[in-house]
């Protein structure tokens, strides 16, 4: 569908800004801020491309698929993991994501998955309860999206390890915009490791269909081929172990931080933990930004952007655009009930967003928050967070009464 060439400068009259990703990485919401009120679309020499970061904006390209492509030159993710449903459009697309979805339902959500993940959050929890301390990122929710997706994707034969190993590779390459040689090299690496795994579930779910990812990719309806699964793989393993630990680690790290607002938690949670998650998700985006590249010339944000404009679309500042969210910085369970950007929206609406909201809002934080008693950051410590294209906490230590 995209036969333009990509166009790697500004377009007329388009403002130059320049960020430093190392200030992008630390904290991108100060400059976003700016970029809302001053240069909503922005032409940003260290990235790229221009970055678009009003809501609106945002809203309005996502609703153009046939204008914003999803299939961008020169993409990190496609150098990072080969051709796949993510930089395709439809009708290719739709193929794709037809063949993977149908495990990652609602309905197959609770009825295949639930019961397992609730096991291993449970595993996971005996082997910290004790302890009374823990890094809640290292020790259980890294570990529980990891197993809970190599279960969904049927890598029956990979580790929880091998899986958040291979995500962060993966992660590390799709958002090498400073073209790290080490970074690609560990990229690399954790293809070709994927790429065995895949091929062994595939030729086991052709014997034997499991209701995993793979499995519904090799029996589906219009054909997929071996290098394709491989790829949306790749692409799964990225996007599926990163979003529920960040989402899981920013929300514990809110609420610990707000003790009335916990209390209010625990004494309603059947209605309060699905609050909990769609303000966290608007609030520190797991995701900050994917890219888009244009098909035509197209007027946005007041500019016209030539076709082959390479665009971000920062959601992570559309989920603090204030014009949409009063007190946008803040964390608020309170706040009017508006769709955020997080998983993104039209047909490239996150596939896992159903898996990720069951995992963390229904058996993560209740099981954390009762079975760890008289839960606290441990003292002195801060919990850090990184990232502007993935964002979450590196770590978070607690400390408990242990049993």
Known sequence: MNAVSAVTTAAPGAPVVDLDLADLRHDPYPAYAELRADAPLAWVPSVGRHLLTR??????????????????????????????????????????????????????????WAGAFE????????????????????????????????????????????????????????????????????AERATRAIDDAVAEA????????????????????????????????????????????????????????????????????????????????????????????????HEIAGLTLPAGSRVALVIASGNRDESVFERADEFDLDRPNRPHLAFGGGPHFCMGAWVARHEVSAIAWPLVFSRLKGLRLEEGTESPMEGWVFRGPTSLNVTWQAA
Do not use: C
Not at 63 to 78: M, N
Not at 212 to 230: N, R
């Open 55 to 112: 809501y609106e904006d945002i809203v309005h390209a996502e609703k153009l698929p046939e204008v914003f492509s999803s299939r961008e030159e020169g993409s990190l993710l496609l150098r990072t993991v080969g051709p796949n449903m993510l930089r395709e459009d439809d009708p290719n697309h739709r193929r794709l994501r037809s063949a993977a979805e149908p495990p990652t339902r609602p309905r197959q959500v609770r009825d295949l």
């Open 202 to 297: 595939a030729e086991a779910a052709r014997r034997e269909p499991d209701g995993s990812v793979i499995s519904s990719m090799v029996h589906a309806a219009e054909p997929v081929d071996l290098t394709e699964i491989q790829n949306n793989v790749k692409v799964i393993i990225g996007g599926g172990v990163n979003e529920p630990r960040d989402v899981f680690g920013v929300g514990a790290w809110a609420l610990l931080n707000r003790p009335a607002v916990l209390d209010r938690v625990l004494a309603d949670p059947a209605a309060s933990w699905k609050r909990v998650f769609e303000e966290t998700a608007r609030w520190v985006s797991p995701i900050g930004m994917y890219p888009r590249q244009l098909t035509q010339d």
């Open 119 to 186: 096991r291993t959050a449970h595993d996971l929890l005996d082997r910290i309860a004790g302890r009374g301390e823990a890094d809640l990122i290292a020790d259980f929710a890294e570990p529980l999206a990891a197993a809970n997706l190599a279960l969904v994707l049927g890598l029956h034969q990979a580790g929880a390890e091998d899986i958040a190993d291979w995500s962060r590779a993966m992660m590390a390459g799709n958002s090498n915009y400073a073209d790290d040689p080490d970074i690609w090299l560990r």
